[in-house]
């Protein structure tokens, strides 16, 4: 249950007729908590404010009190009674049922004025409780009709230990218009508030709340691990309550819708290989410059695998494994060659100058066992690069036969990773030379 002072927390058991004087001051809800393991898992109802400095003060200070509250409601002298309606008896079981289960929608039947982070307290708490096997239910009248104040003494079973640890919580519980029996957290005014904290503070109720707080420190005091564990619990439920609300109050960002890749067409699929010949001895360059230098020339009829044909008069060609460049006017198309997937299969026609044609599978093992695992590695033939080791993988491009790659990986499922213009890709290793 939230505040004005942020919900500061009991500090142990004991305190609990302590707080009473402070219980609603600050807070237009009536519900108290008791009992260290309620306090310690940082429970959905929380008691906060300045402590008075004993029971007779706070006795005191409530009988200051006392006059306002008596103009509206009269404050009855009855004694606790014990499991005295059985339709409060069958609320609070089906409550810490659904507490202890960690579910949301079932506590919010059963209690008004859940917020977000009491949510987030009692899912957490249902990650260490097993259940609360046994409840007990004592009542004294509310200040309205059909209204009960009930001081529900349980005793609750956590997931790592044998031993029940005993608390008390108080609350506030109406009927509707329908009959249903309901815990009521909705703020409510001043003369019922004040109503509440006297009735608490009788002493009948405080004899029940100091036989609870014995029971549970002998407990504590007999079983070094469990004291030990509902320390440490406490800070940690902290944390997980804390790293919870954070997230909750965290703007959402939209995720970056992440685009489709359009399937690859049958033309984009295959890659077609342009085939040129020299029509006439000419001298071939490292660029595309005549005063490039010379790296060979070609005889006329020479056939050439085309690259590229550049818009200022020159083409790339592979020539010997390597890029070079003839002046487009000297060669001519001999045919195209259509590659299907040339990382694909395994056999490929191969578009290199010899023109050789079939490659068997058994050679192709052999050529990737025997391909370069470091260094720069240069394409046997005109190859895909793939996003992913597999030809099911998105293509990143293509190259050709005679151009260099830089190996990142040569792994042992027949693919090499490789450098591919800023990026990453893989060529199946069987290309490589």
Known sequence: MSDNNDNKKINGFGEWIRDVVELIKDNKRIVITVGAFIVLLVAAVLISGRFAKS????????????????????????????????????????YYASVADGDINAVNDLRTGLDDKEKIVIQKKSEYVDNYPNITCYTKPGPLDKSYLVYVSYEVKLKEFEELIPGMNVWYVCVDDTGRYYINEDPQDDKIIEYCKIVSVQDDVQDLSNTINVKYNEIMENNTDLAKFMDELGVQMKVDVGEELAKAEAPVEEPTPTPTPEPESETEAETVVKKVKAVTVVNVRASDSEKADKVGKASEGQEFTLLEEKANG???????????????????????????NADDTDSTTSASTDNKSTSTTTENSDAAKNSPSSGTATATDTVNVREKPSTDAAKLGTVYGGEKLEIVEKQSDGWTKVKYKKSVGYVKSEYLR
Do not use: C, H, R
Request: charged share 35%; aromatic share 8%; no cysteine.
């Open 55 to 94: 029971s007779k003060e706070a006795t005191a200070v409530l009988e200051e009190e006392a006059t306002s509250a008596t103009e509206a409601y009269a404050i009855p002298e009855e004694p606790l009674k014990q499991d005295a309606y059985p339709e409060v008896n069958n609320l609070m079981k089906k």
């Open 314 to 340: 020159w083409s790339k060609i592979d020539f010997e494994g390597k890029e070079a460049f003839i002046k487009s006017e000297y060669l001519e198309q001999t045919g195209t060659e259509t590659v299907a």
